[in-house]
Protein backbone atom coordinates (compact mmCIF):
# COMPACT_ATOMS: atom_id res chain seq x y z
CA UNK A 1 0.00 0.00 0.00
CA UNK A 2 1.31 3.30 -1.14
CA UNK A 3 0.22 4.99 2.36
CA UNK A 4 2.46 2.06 4.31
CA UNK A 5 5.53 3.06 2.06
CA UNK A 6 5.01 6.66 2.70
CA UNK A 7 3.58 6.76 5.86
CA UNK A 8 4.61 4.13 8.45
CA UNK A 9 5.19 5.87 11.74
CA UNK A 10 1.82 7.71 12.87
CA UNK A 11 -0.06 8.89 16.30
CA UNK A 12 -3.37 8.56 15.13
CA UNK A 13 -5.25 6.35 12.28
CA UNK A 14 -9.32 6.35 11.69
CA UNK A 15 -10.21 3.18 8.91
CA UNK A 16 -13.95 3.34 6.86
CA UNK A 17 -14.93 1.00 4.30
CA UNK A 18 -17.80 0.20 1.79
CA UNK A 19 -19.05 -2.10 -1.18
CA UNK A 20 -19.57 -0.54 -4.52
CA UNK A 21 -21.44 -1.88 -6.76
CA UNK A 22 -19.10 -1.34 -9.58
CA UNK A 23 -15.67 -2.18 -10.96
CA UNK A 24 -12.39 -0.39 -9.66
CA UNK A 25 -12.06 2.08 -12.39
CA UNK A 26 -15.16 3.13 -12.45
CA UNK A 27 -14.73 3.46 -8.22
CA UNK A 28 -11.14 5.33 -9.04
CA UNK A 29 -12.98 7.69 -11.24
CA UNK A 30 -15.69 8.57 -8.83
CA UNK A 31 -13.19 8.95 -6.14
CA UNK A 32 -11.77 11.82 -8.29
CA UNK A 33 -14.54 13.44 -8.89
CA UNK A 34 -16.35 12.96 -5.68
CA UNK A 35 -18.40 16.28 -4.75
CA UNK A 36 -19.89 16.62 -1.22
CA UNK A 37 -21.72 20.44 -1.48
CA UNK A 38 -25.11 18.67 -1.71
CA UNK A 39 -24.46 17.24 1.78
CA UNK A 40 -26.07 19.25 4.51
CA UNK A 41 -24.06 17.23 6.79
CA UNK A 42 -20.80 17.77 5.82
CA UNK A 43 -21.60 21.75 5.20
CA UNK A 44 -22.63 21.69 8.69
CA UNK A 45 -19.87 19.76 10.13
CA UNK A 46 -17.06 21.76 8.32
CA UNK A 47 -19.28 25.44 8.82
CA UNK A 48 -18.91 24.16 12.55
CA UNK A 49 -14.95 23.86 12.75
CA UNK A 50 -14.51 26.57 10.49
CA UNK A 51 -16.60 29.00 12.91
CA UNK A 52 -13.39 30.13 14.79
CA UNK A 53 -11.40 30.94 11.84
CA UNK A 54 -14.20 32.59 10.07
CA UNK A 55 -14.73 35.08 13.15
CA UNK A 56 -10.71 35.56 13.09
CA UNK A 57 -11.22 36.75 9.35
CA UNK A 58 -14.55 38.44 9.51
CA UNK A 59 -12.70 41.06 12.14
CA UNK A 60 -9.92 42.19 8.96
CA UNK A 61 -12.09 42.21 6.71
CA UNK A 62 -15.11 41.34 4.85
CA UNK A 63 -13.37 40.04 1.89
CA UNK A 64 -11.30 38.13 3.64
CA UNK A 65 -14.37 36.20 5.43
CA UNK A 66 -16.14 35.57 2.05
CA UNK A 67 -12.57 34.12 0.90
CA UNK A 68 -12.62 31.77 4.05
CA UNK A 69 -15.96 30.76 3.22
CA UNK A 70 -15.29 29.97 -0.52
CA UNK A 71 -11.90 27.60 0.86
CA UNK A 72 -14.49 25.53 2.98
CA UNK A 73 -16.64 25.20 0.13
CA UNK A 74 -13.58 23.68 -1.98
CA UNK A 75 -12.82 21.19 0.68
CA UNK A 76 -16.15 19.51 -0.69
CA UNK A 77 -14.51 18.70 -4.00
CA UNK A 78 -11.27 16.45 -4.50
CA UNK A 79 -10.36 18.41 -7.93
CA UNK A 80 -10.05 21.92 -6.33
CA UNK A 81 -8.98 20.90 -2.75
CA UNK A 82 -5.12 21.45 -3.48
CA UNK A 83 -6.30 25.14 -3.11
CA UNK A 84 -6.79 25.05 1.15
CA UNK A 85 -3.48 22.89 1.19
CA UNK A 86 -4.34 19.28 0.38
CA UNK A 87 -1.95 17.79 -2.37
CA UNK A 88 -2.43 14.31 -4.09
CA UNK A 89 0.89 12.74 -3.39
CA UNK A 90 0.56 9.45 -4.42
CA UNK A 91 -1.42 7.06 -6.87
CA UNK A 92 -1.56 4.02 -8.09
CA UNK A 93 -4.71 3.56 -10.47
CA UNK A 94 -7.20 2.42 -10.25
CA UNK A 95 -6.14 0.70 -6.74
CA UNK A 96 -5.02 3.77 -4.61
CA UNK A 97 -4.67 7.67 -4.05
CA UNK A 98 -2.88 9.21 -1.85
CA UNK A 99 -3.25 12.59 -0.02
CA UNK A 100 -1.49 14.59 1.81
CA UNK A 101 -1.53 17.93 4.04
CA UNK A 102 0.79 19.47 6.14
CA UNK A 103 -0.14 22.10 9.03
CA UNK A 104 -0.99 23.04 12.62
CA UNK A 105 -4.41 21.69 12.62
CA UNK A 106 -5.27 22.69 16.04
CA UNK A 107 -5.06 26.11 15.88
CA UNK A 108 -7.73 29.07 14.05
CA UNK A 109 -6.27 29.59 11.25
CA UNK A 110 -4.85 25.78 10.19
CA UNK A 111 -1.50 27.05 8.99
CA UNK A 112 -1.86 24.68 5.79
CA UNK A 113 2.02 24.72 4.06
CA UNK A 114 1.47 24.05 0.28
CA UNK A 115 4.68 21.92 -0.11
CA UNK A 116 3.24 18.49 0.92
CA UNK A 117 5.28 15.84 -1.40
CA UNK A 118 6.50 12.67 -1.07
CA UNK A 119 9.98 14.09 0.43
CA UNK A 120 7.71 15.86 3.05
CA UNK A 121 6.56 12.23 3.79
CA UNK A 122 10.23 10.85 3.91
CA UNK A 123 11.35 13.90 6.09
CA UNK A 124 8.55 14.16 8.34
CA UNK A 125 6.67 16.33 10.22
CA UNK A 126 8.74 19.73 10.96
CA UNK A 127 8.60 21.31 14.29
CA UNK A 128 5.45 22.87 15.42
CA UNK A 129 3.73 20.79 12.95
CA UNK A 130 1.54 17.51 12.32
CA UNK A 131 1.56 15.57 8.56
CA UNK A 132 -1.41 13.62 7.59
CA UNK A 133 -1.97 11.30 5.03
CA UNK A 134 -5.35 10.04 4.00
CA UNK A 135 -5.89 7.64 1.51
CA UNK A 136 -8.50 6.14 -0.55
CA UNK A 137 -8.11 2.03 -1.61
CA UNK A 138 -9.98 0.10 -4.37
CA UNK A 139 -10.43 -3.52 -4.30
CA UNK A 140 -12.04 -6.17 -6.99
CA UNK A 141 -14.23 -8.69 -5.79
CA UNK A 142 -14.99 -11.77 -8.09
CA UNK A 143 -18.68 -10.84 -8.02
CA UNK A 144 -18.00 -7.49 -10.06
CA UNK A 145 -18.55 -4.98 -6.98
CA UNK A 146 -15.26 -3.45 -5.04
CA UNK A 147 -14.51 -2.49 -1.76
CA UNK A 148 -13.79 0.85 -1.01
CA UNK A 149 -11.34 1.88 1.87
CA UNK A 150 -10.05 5.14 3.58
CA UNK A 151 -7.80 5.64 5.76
CA UNK A 152 -6.50 8.36 7.78
CA UNK A 153 -2.78 8.88 9.49
CA UNK A 154 -1.42 11.93 11.30
CA UNK A 155 2.02 12.08 12.38
CA UNK A 156 3.13 14.55 14.93
CA UNK A 157 6.40 16.68 15.13
CA UNK A 158 6.97 15.96 19.00
CA UNK A 159 6.55 19.54 20.66
CA UNK A 160 2.78 19.46 19.14
CA UNK A 161 1.56 15.91 19.91
CA UNK A 162 0.00 16.53 23.07
CA UNK A 163 -2.09 19.61 21.28
CA UNK A 164 -3.03 17.51 18.41
CA UNK A 165 -4.08 14.10 20.49
CA UNK A 166 -6.55 17.06 22.85
CA UNK A 167 -7.76 18.57 19.12
CA UNK A 168 -8.16 14.96 18.07
CA UNK A 169 -10.71 13.80 20.63
CA UNK A 170 -13.06 16.74 19.71
CA UNK A 171 -12.96 16.56 16.47
CA UNK A 172 -12.46 12.54 15.68
CA UNK A 173 -16.34 11.95 15.60
CA UNK A 174 -17.25 15.07 12.99
CA UNK A 175 -14.02 13.66 11.10
CA UNK A 176 -15.59 10.14 10.86
CA UNK A 177 -18.81 11.63 10.13
CA UNK A 178 -17.48 13.64 7.04
CA UNK A 179 -15.34 10.23 5.77
CA UNK A 180 -18.84 8.28 5.55
CA UNK A 181 -20.38 10.96 3.45
CA UNK A 182 -17.30 10.80 1.09
CA UNK A 183 -17.76 7.39 1.20
CA UNK A 184 -21.25 7.20 0.03
CA UNK A 185 -20.73 9.99 -2.33
CA UNK A 186 -18.06 7.76 -3.93
CA UNK A 187 -20.65 5.00 -4.15
CA UNK A 188 -23.16 7.11 -5.53
CA UNK A 189 -21.14 8.01 -8.21
CA UNK A 190 -19.55 4.70 -9.09
CA UNK A 191 -22.75 3.02 -9.12
CA UNK A 192 -24.65 5.30 -11.59
CA UNK A 193 -21.65 5.54 -13.43
CA UNK A 194 -21.55 1.71 -14.07
CA UNK A 195 -25.66 1.72 -14.65
CA UNK A 196 -25.17 4.36 -17.46
CA UNK A 197 -21.40 2.43 -18.89
CA UNK A 198 -19.51 5.63 -17.81
CA UNK A 199 -16.00 4.21 -16.57
CA UNK A 200 -13.75 7.50 -16.26
CA UNK A 201 -14.17 11.25 -16.98
Same mark, same amino acid.
Given at each position: ??? !?????? +?????????????????? *?? &??????????????????????????????????? $??????????ELRLADMERVGFK??? #??????? =?????????????????? =??????? &?????? +??????????? $?? !????? #??????????? !? !????? *??? +?????????????? #???? &?????? #??? &????????
Amino acid at each position: MLL !DDLMPI +YDVVERHHTTVRAAPATV *FA &AIKSFDLSESFLTRLLLFVRAVPRWLVAAVKSPSA $ALTELRARRAELRLADMERVGFKVVA #EDAPKEL =VIGVLGKFWTVEGDRRPD =VTATAFA &AGPPRG +YALAGWNFTVE $AH !DNGSS #ELRTETRVWCA !D !DVRLK *FRV +YWLVIRPGSGLIRH #EILR &AIRRNA #EAR &ASSGLKGG
